[in-house]
């Protein structure tokens, strides 16, 4: 797990599929290596950002060998044949490029056998009603990762409630800021504070909690 932080700190993405593809030969869980291992870098990474050891350029490079290091780790997450959990649609709001975070949720939703419709960034209200007219989803969850575009999520419940779909869906929102009381504030179901409570929520829904 210290080498794959360490690569992703280093943006090393050959490094990172290796040390990836290591970790599943010692038979490490490919969630644990995400979220022990490259998520622990990401988190480093964003704090040498902050501090101004690092730059725009390191956080996207860091972000890519991630992308990577999770397309190597996802296959080995997926359990087949095995009937879907539920159906999820998820965006990054309106105004808002971070996927990171997203991804990793998603690729652990994946694993644990919901159908995930990934709208990707910038997402807009019309977007997500859209998507749920279309699909029909169980779970619609949302990231923010801008105090500017945490409000997006607001605009987004009130547009599933006027378009009178809000009973059909339960909405789960994430992003390093959000908070159980900002779900109550903006009528969302839950707040995740990590991928990983995001999926237990996920999953005590399913099992109607
Ligand atoms: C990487 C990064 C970027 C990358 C994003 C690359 C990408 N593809 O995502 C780039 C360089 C593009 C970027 C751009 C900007 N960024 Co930026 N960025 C970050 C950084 C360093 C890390 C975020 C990250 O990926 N963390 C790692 C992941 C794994 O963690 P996470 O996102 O929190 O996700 C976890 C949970 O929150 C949760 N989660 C997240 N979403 C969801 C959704 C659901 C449904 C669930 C269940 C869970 C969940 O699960 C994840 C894993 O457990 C943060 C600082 C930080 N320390 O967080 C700043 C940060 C978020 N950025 C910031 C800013 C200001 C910007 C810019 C405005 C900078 C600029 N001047 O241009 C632009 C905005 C672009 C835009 N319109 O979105 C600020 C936001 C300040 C604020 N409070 O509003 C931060 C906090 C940095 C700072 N302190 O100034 N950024």
Same mark, same amino acid.
């Given at each position: 797990?210290?080498?794959? =932080? !360490?690569?992703? *700190?280093?943006? !090393? %993405? +050959? %490094?990172? #599929? =290796?040390?990836? +593809? +290591?970790?599943? $030969?010692?038979?490490?869980?490919?969630n644990k290596a995400i979220i022990d291992g490259m998520a622990k870098g990401m988190e480093i990474v964003g704090q040498k950002y902050e501090d101004g050891e690092y730059f725009l350029v390191e956080l996207v490079m860091a972000g890519e060998a991630m992308k990577e290091g999770m397309a190597v780790l996802e296959h080995h997450l997926k359990a087949d044949n095995i009937k879907s959990t539920g159906r999820i649609v998820i965006g990054t709001v309106r105004g808002d490029l971070h996927d990171i975070g997203k991804n990793v949720f998603v690729t652990l939703v994946k694993a644990a056998n919901f159908d995930v419709i990934d709208l990707g960034v910038d997402v807009s209200a019309k977007q997500f009603v859209e998507a749920i007219r279309e699909h029909c989803p169980h779970i619609v969850a949302m990231s923010a990762l801008l105090t500017s575009t945490m409000k997006e999520m607001e605009n987004i419940i009130r547009e599933i409630e006027?378009?009178?779909?809000? !009973? #059909? %869906? #339960?909405?789960? *929102? $994430?992003g390093a800021a959000i908070t159980s009381g900002y779900a109550d504030k903006i009528r969302a179901d839950a707040a995740a504070k990590d991928a990983?409570?995001?999926v237990r929520i996920c999953h005590g829904w399913m099992k109607g909690e």
């Open positions: 797990m210290r080498k794959l =932080k !360490d690569a992703i *700190i280093n943006f !090393d %993405v +050959e %490094v990172v #599929k =290796k040390v990836c +593809e +290591e970790a599943l $030969g010692a038979g490490i869980p490919a006027e378009a009178g779909l809000r !009973d #059909k %869906v #339960k909405v789960l *929102i $994430g990983v409570e995001g």
